[in-house]
């Protein structure tokens, strides 16, 4: 069983910048599929990025495409998200996901990933 944690949200000015964290354990999470979804208030959840696999390859929706970057560290068991000229439609609560098994034509898909964390929430307001 994989457990997530997300930590790193919070308020930020427009044009500021945040970093989450995804801390995984329990998986093997050099192999591991991990992604960020986030969901604004009275909207679904949408994807924002994923790292696929162990390979490295990176995928990023359109409305951060440019301004935010996913990593990882094994060492640390823990997926990153960088975000950039953060923006106030930016604004949600940030979730991490992750799986050992999905496709790549899936990753966009809340269905695919069998793990999910609490949420972090981002605030992006003047």
């Known amino acids: 069983q994989v457990q997530l944690v997300e930590s790193g949200g919070g308020l930020v000015q427009p044009g500021g910048s945040l970093r989450l964290s995804c801390t995984a354990s329990?998986?093997?999470?050099?192999?591991?599929?991990m992604a960020w979804f986030r969901q604004a208030p009275g909207k679904e959840r949408e994807f924002v990025a994923c790292?696929?696999?162990?390979?490295?390859?990176?995928y990023y929706s359109d409305s951060v495409q440019g301004r935010v970057t996913i990593s990882k560290d094994n060492a640390k068991n823990t997926a990153y998200l960088q975000m950039n000229n953060l923006r106030p439609e930016d604004t949600g609560i940030y979730y991490c996901?992750?799986?050992?098994?999905?496709?790549?034509?899936?990753?966009?898909?809340?269905?695919?990933?069998?793990?999910w964390g609490q949420g972090t929430q981002v605030t992006v307001s003047s």
């Open positions: 996901a992750a799986s050992s098994t999905i496709i790549l034509s899936n990753i966009r898909n809340t269905q695919g990933y069998a793990f």
């Open positions: 329990g998986g093997n999470f050099r192999r591991d599929t």
């Open positions: 790292m696929f696999r162990s390979g490295g390859h990176t």
